[in-house]
């Protein structure tokens, strides 16, 4: 499989978390890179009865046979990710790049303080925008500055290429999605950087010809938390008669939903260069398919699967079911 990325096409909350586990669990996935941003960025793992909030770890952990890395280009909170080192048991399992840049106190308050950030665009207040200014203004603390973290220090772009090197799979898990991109999405309302595959690649350091597969991820109806445009969305009261709520993983926040955009879809796929497609929260459209063979959907699921696929020219073969990590049905062997 050589290396694979998961990104996100439409504003987060993709599932790119229950794909991540997945593939780390049937693929059986030797190591794992989290790129992106850092601790504003909240994925949910849901695997044996069990939910999992992780914010800086890769969700890769719940294969104990895989390495999990945190590359150059991620941002660091060391109390956030020291804690989730103690509380998922994954002590000597996991690696950061010396060269990722640490979040500190005064990046969160200046978040707070700078009213555009904090009300107009709705950050998080996790100090991503301060954070990426003084690595910009080569003023930022790395990774390798801080003696809490020297135990876990590794060249990240070293391990990647060297596993690939072996034969051996590398997943690389981007965080946020494609239309909070700095450069692609729905600017000013959009996270600190780039999100897309190409960026997630340079965060671990591997090069763009070694990258094998990029699976973009979709959920079957988007979600946005925080401001900013969303041409389908529909009304709140409504969102919550058909059972869609939810909130943002690290914010609490109410997420806004929205009808499918099949245009904006297909944006991401080309922008990503996605190799294949996956869907989620396919039993919002059809409750029983969590528990039924594909051959028993309902029409109009089906249906809404080809569209999606025609919409980005490419396979939907990752399919989600339901929020467990094996609520999948995987057509990656037959197509």
């Known amino acids: 499989m050589g290396c694979s990325i998961v990104v996100g096409g439409q504003w987060g909350d993709e599932a790119k978390g229950k794909i991540c586990s997945y593939l780390a669990l049937a693929d059986n996935i ?35 046979q895989t390495r999990l890395l945190l590359g150059a280009g991620v941002l660091l909170n060391t109390d956030v990710l020291l804690e989730e080192v103690e509380r998922l048991g994954i002590e000597g399992r996991v690696g950061i790049d010396p060269r990722a840049t640490l979040l500190e106190q005064h990046h969160r308050s200046a978040e707070g303080d700078d009213a555009n950030l904090s009300r107009t665009i709705g950050s998080t207040g996790s100090g991503h925008g301060p954070g990426l200014a003084d690595r910009a203004l080569r003023r930022a603390r790395l990774a390798a500055d801080e003696p809490r973290l ?45 999100s897309t595959a190409s960026t997630a690649a340079a965060d671990i350091g591997i090069g763009p010809t070694r990258v094998e597969e990029v699976i973009v991820t979709f959920k079957s109806y988007p979600t946005r ?35 499918f955009d099949f245009a ?27 528990h039924r063979p594909m051959s028993d959907w309902q029409p109009k699921l089906l249906r809404f699967i080809e569209r999606v696929e025609d919409a980005c020219n490419r396979p939907a073969t990752l399919l989600g079911t339901g929020p467990d990590t094996y609520d999948i049905v995987d057509r990656r062997r037959a197509s």
């Open 30 to 64: 030797a190591l794992s890179c989290r790129a992106g941003l850092g601790p504003g960025a909240g994925h949910t793992v849901v695997h044996g009865g069990r939910d999992f909030k992780l914010r800086q770890t890769a969700s890769a952990f719940i294969n104990n």
């Open 150 to 194: 020297q135990h876990l220090l590794t060249d990240v772009a070293k391990e990647a290429n060297d596993c690939l090197d072996r034969g051996e799979t590398v997943l690389v898990e981007g965080t946020n999605g494609y239309l909070l991109s700095v450069l692609y999405g729905t600017y000013p309302f959009t996270v600190g950087k780039d």
């Open 264 to 290: 904006a879809a297909a944006d991401a796929a080309r922008v990503n260069g996605a190799t294949q497609i996956a869907l989620t929260h396919l039993d919002w459209l059809d409750p029983d398919c969590r």
């Open 225 to 259: 938390v925080g401001p900013g445009p969303f041409a389908t969305e529909m009304p709140a009261a409504e969102a919550e008669t058909r059972g869609f709520q939810q909130f943002g993983t690290v914010t609490g926040r109410l997420r806004r939903v929205g009808e």
